[in-house]
């Protein structure tokens, strides 16, 4: 077959791929390897089609097929996707290194470095590659968030909340850095601002909003195994929140003789109460939850 034939072929398998006919490209792919094994572009799309469906051992013996051929930045970088997806951290870290060997600034390697450094406990080696990634581009909102979580991890709460705020900045109203914005300030002792990030995150955020709706109209036009629910949790709800306050005021009058509310109280109320479609008191009570577990680590919540 000419080289105008496979040429062809390649376009045709594009295509296929292009219409999201995968295992039929797939198989094209494999037709122009079988007539031309040289052809390091048809590894590299068939190594793709392998990825895309979830076939991460065939993509990995593929790239490996091509890079005989030759090496590339980007081969080395799926690679390295693959043996990530496959928890095959070591190998991954050193198939990306490849990549960076090849090409410095390969935004892409140093993003997966990072992660998969984390995932190997090295936070500090993680921390390193995802300022080489804001090096790169300092805006990419994925590498702050990340940065984020590395600071949180290992207890660096200022850094932490100034990498939050940038990833925040770049993309606002992320309900998952908002959310660790809200822990970020109870470690910091700032439950203001928790409560005031976490509110808002309730009222934005569409996971939330939708929830939020549905109990609204459930309790509206409720059916009678969803009235039964209701009647017996404003039941509940009001014995738990007597126990609750009764505990706080005993407390507040002899300290020495009996304990304040512990967080699993806090956190029973919060979820009542976000049952009941009331989420501002469901905050105030997880708010508390979260500044007795901070003000007292020995207690657990079971």
């Known amino acids: 077959m000419t080289e105008a034939d496979i040429k062809r072929k390649f376009n045709e398998a594009l295509k296929l791929e292009k219409e999201g006919k995968i295992s039929q490209a797939a198989k094209v792919y494999s037709e122009i390897l079988g007539m031309n094994p040289k052809f390091q572009k048809a ?23 091509a890079l005989e051929l030759g090496k590339t930045t980007e081969l080395y970088y799926n690679l390295g996707v693959e043996l990530y997806r496959l928890g095959s951290l070591d190998a991954a870290v050193k198939a990306l290194k490849s990549s960076l060997e090849l090409n410095k ?19 500090d080696k993680s921390e390193l590659y995802l ?26 709460w200022e850094q932490a909340l100034a990498a939050a705020n940038v990833a925040i900045q770049i993309n606002p109203n992320d309900p998952r850095m908002e959310i660790l914005m809200t822990e970020i300030h109870v470690k910091l002792g700032n439950y203001k601002q928790s409560f005031e990030t976490l509110k808002k995150v309730t009222t934005t955020a569409q996971g939330f909003v939708q929830f939020n709706d549905s109990i609204k109209a459930a309790k509206q036009k409720p059916k009678p195994e969803e009235k039964v629910f209701f009647d017996n949790l ?11 306050k009764d505990k706080l005021t005993l407390s507040k009058e002899n300290p020495q003789d009996f304990e304040a509310p512990e967080a699993q109280d806090a956190l029973d109320l919060s979820l009542m109460y976000l049952f009941h479609g009331d989420t501002e008191r469901a905050l105030k009570y997880l708010l508390y939850a979260q500044k007795n577990l901070q003000e007292n680590p020995a207690s657990e919540t079971g």
């Open 43 to 65: 590894y590299l799309n068939l190594g793709a089609l392998y990825s895309r469906t979830g076939d991460s051992e065939k993509a990995i013996k593929t790239y490996q097929k």
């Open 105 to 123: 600034k390969y935004l892409n390697s140093h993003l997966l470095l990072a992660y998969c450094y984390k995932q190997l406990d090295r936070p």
């Open 131 to 156: 300022k080489n990634a804001i090096k790169l581009d300092p805006k990419n909102k994925t590498a702050y968030a990340a940065l984020a979580t590395i600071y949180f991890d290992t207890e660096k």
């Open 234 to 244: 404003e039941v509940l709800t009001r014995k738990k929140l007597d126990e609750f």
